[in-house]
DNA sequence: CGGTGCGTTGACATTTCTCAACTGTTGTGG
DNA sequence: CCACAACAGTTGAGAAATGTCAACGCACCG
């Protein structure tokens, strides 16, 4: 065990702190360094719904998920709830608003009953970046990553038709099983998936319909089977709903 | 390091290094830390419509406009020509695809006569970065100021309404002149804002059109002028009569 | 002049939204 | 155990927004 422990409060326990190891901008980092940014770090919970910050809120802390999932969510001046973001174990968010922007931009609320979180507190993680250039690149790292899985969302949301937007995001999420049958777990309720692609849930409910009775995708609750690859990228590059690409 | 040690690259003349000053994150920058950025650019010149890079390749540099501007843009998939950003003299780009990427992911096009740009050599540059820790509070903020644009565009892409995307971007442009008559010019053609808006040229049309028979603004060429500004923000905001909830 | 390309307008087709009704599940309380 | 409400999801019909196609004006440029 580590003997450090007299300089800090308690340090999380093990199981957050390996959580923390594996973020994946702060692997390549030095143990003795990863320990000082531990030093900053609480460990949090929150049931089912809980609300972590609330938009507009001052940005005092990032925090890493460890178990369960956080939601990113936003109202639309149109009245609709935006998912920004669906936050699963191992990642981390909020580090642009602490480094930047000062307040949170969206709600963060906890999806999953105990969900578990590594909070790092902003102002010594602040001051251990300025005092430590071994954290500014992983630091760096993490928010060119972030960026690009915003420039992703914004060519997402570009396209125009509906059914390029829900297959474009098909493509990008985890599959699983064999290429003649992907498996793919919608990680939202249906209706915040349609929001996340800026459409309604009737009109989600229909493309998924639609592309079943075409014959290449199955859909079970929230489980969807990807029979055709092909067609699924097809759909997402064509304008053409009607298939026969 | 290598052969090459006395190769410096001609420092850029005053005028340039002046731009590169005044980026906003390198504002703070001790000048003689400034200098030696200095010595990673070059001075670079563009005619009209000349490609500085192309997607998908090698990200080598970083760029600040000095004069003229650069189109950042890419195709969608639907075959729309998709303008991502347009950068105005004084800001810069590329950067997070030289930290990260390694690949530019869209065209970099002069959009006017003898666009003048310092171009930032990346190896130098990160070697610096490595070297000078005074150096990544910069870089992080720079990225973070982006992150905070894309976030912003994310969101005003979610609108589902073209009138409400249209009013959105025009609240965040420049304007100059009285409250009661802002003037706003588009620094982009009507069809290349429209696919910076998802919409089609003909849309846009006949938004405008529609606005300026309701009496609260007046179309000039490129100049738009916004008679009622409240009246501008509330097609921003809720388009919709609605309540989706 | 005559071509070329942007922007506008009109007529029409399509997509998507809206509203409403209905299903199925879940959780609550009797 | 059942009735019930509450809510996600589905489906249908009609309305609204937007895309498509075509024609035209207009500026620019050789």
Redesign the interface.
Known sequence: MPASAHRRPPLIAPPLLETLRRLPHFQGLAPELLERVAGCARERHLARGELLFARGGAARSFFVVHAGAIRLS?L???????V?HQIAPGSSFAE?AL???GRY?VDAQATEEDTVLVEIAGEPFLRL??EE?RL??A???S??????Q??E???E?????AG?RLARWLLRQPASGPPERLAIDLALQKRELAAHL???PETLSRLLRRWQDEGWLEVEGSRLFVLDAARLAAT????QPDGTA
């Open positions: 936003r639309s001046p149109e009245g609709r709830e935006h920004v642009a480094l930047s922007f931009p970046l300025r250039e500014a690149p630091v760096i790292g928010l060119c990553a972030r960026l690009a915003l420039v969302r914004v060519e949301l570009s396209l125009v038709q390029s800026a459409m309604t997402a590059g064509d304008s």
